[in-house]
T-cell receptor, first 111, second 118 residues
Framework: SQQGEEDPQALSIQEGENATMNCSYKTSINNLQWYRQNSGRGLVHLILIRSNEREKHSGRLRVTLDTSKKSSSLLITASRAADTASYFCATGVRGNNDMRFGAGTRLTVKP | GAVVSQHPSRVICKSGTSVKIECRSLDFQATTMFWYRQFPKQSLMLMAT?????????EQGVEKDKFLINHASLTLSTLTVTSAHPEDSSFYIC??????????????FGPGTRLTVL
C-alpha cells in the first residue's frame, strides 16, 4: 500500500520560477526520500532527509521535513525545462525494510 | 558509490514464456533487495522483499508462483516472471539496501526494466 501522498498531482510553471511539491504520510518514519523520474525511465535519487533533520539542501533543491505534521516539501528553485519529470516521495518506516511511494507530482517546466 | 544495475533494460517476449530480470549492487553488499512494478503514469508498488539466503516476502496480491525471486548472494537478486502474459507488461524496478547503512534504511534504485509481453 502507498504511504506518501504528493500534492499537487500536476504542476505547470514557467522556466525560472520556483516549484514546490508537498508530501504527506501517515506513520512514523526513519527517513524520507525524494526521487525524480523522467518519462519511461528509472528513478533518480535526489535527496534523503532523516527523521531527526528538518531541512536539507542540494544545489537548487531544498527539502523540509515536519514530523509533527507528517509532511515534507521539495522546492526546486530557478526551474529549468530539464526539470520536467515526475517527482516522488518515499518513506522508510521504522522497523520495516521497505519504502513506500506516493503517487507523484508531474512537473512541467515550460521554456 | 551505491550503484544498482538491472539487466536487461528492456525485454519483449511472447506470451507464455518466462523472463528473468537481474538486479545487482555493484559496489556494496545488499542484505535486502526490493522489487517494484510501475504501470504507466502510476507510482511504484512494492511487489516483494528479498533477503539474501532466505525466501522472499511477497506483498498481498502478488502471486509468488508467478514472480519467482531469488537472492543467492549479497550482490544479486533475480526476478523471474513465469508464463508471462500481456497484463504482466510493466516497468520493473529493484532497489537494494546497503548493509552498512541499514540503520537509516537507505536504499538505492536500479534503472528499471521495461517488460513488454506480446
Amino acid at each position: 500500500s502507498q504511504q506518501g501522498e504528493e500534492d499537487p498531482q500536476a504542476l505547470s510553471i514557467q522556466e525560472g520560477e520556483n516549484a514546490t511539491m508537498n508530501c504527506s504520510y501517515k506513520t512514523s518514519i526513519n527517513n524520507l526520500q525524494w526521487y525524480r523520474q523522467n518519462s519511461g525511465r528509472g528513478l533518480v535519487h535526489l535527496i534523503l532527509i532523516r527523521s531527526n533533520e528538518r531541512e536539507k539542501h542540494s544545489g537548487r533543491l531544498r527539502v523540509t521535513l515536519d514530523t509533527s505534521k507528517k509532511s515534507s516539501s521539495l522546492l526546486i528553485t530557478a526551474s529549468r525545462a530539464a526539470d520536467t519529470a515526475s517527482y516522488f516521495c518515499a518513506t522508510g518506516v521504522r522497523g520495516n525494510n521497505d519504502m513506500r511511494f506516493g503517487a507523484g507530482t508531474r512537473l512541467t517546466v515550460k521554456p | 558509490g551505491a550503484v544498482v544495475s538491472q539487466h536487461p533494460s528492456r525485454v519483449i517476449c511472447k506470451s507464455g514464456t518466462s523472463v528473468k530480470i537481474e538486479c545487482r549492487s555493484l559496489d556494496f553488499q545488499a542484505t535486502t533487495m526490493f522489487w517494484y512494478r510501475q504501470f504507466p503514469k502510476q507510482s511504484l508498488m512494492l511487489m516483494a522483499t528479498s533477503n539474501e539466503g532466505s525466501k522472499a516476502t511477497y506483498e498481498q496480491g502478488v502471486e509468488k508462483d508467478k514472480f519467482l525471486i531469488n537472492h543467492a548472494s549479497l550482490t544479486l537478486s533475480t526476478l523471474t516472471v513465469t508464463s508471462a502474459h500481456p497484463e504482466d507488461s510493466s516497468f520493473y524496478i529493484c532497489s537494494a539496501r546497503d548493509r552498512g547503512l541499514a540503520l537509516f534504511n537507505e536504499q538505492f534504485f536500479g534503472p528499471g526494466t521495461r517488460l513488454t509481453v506480446l
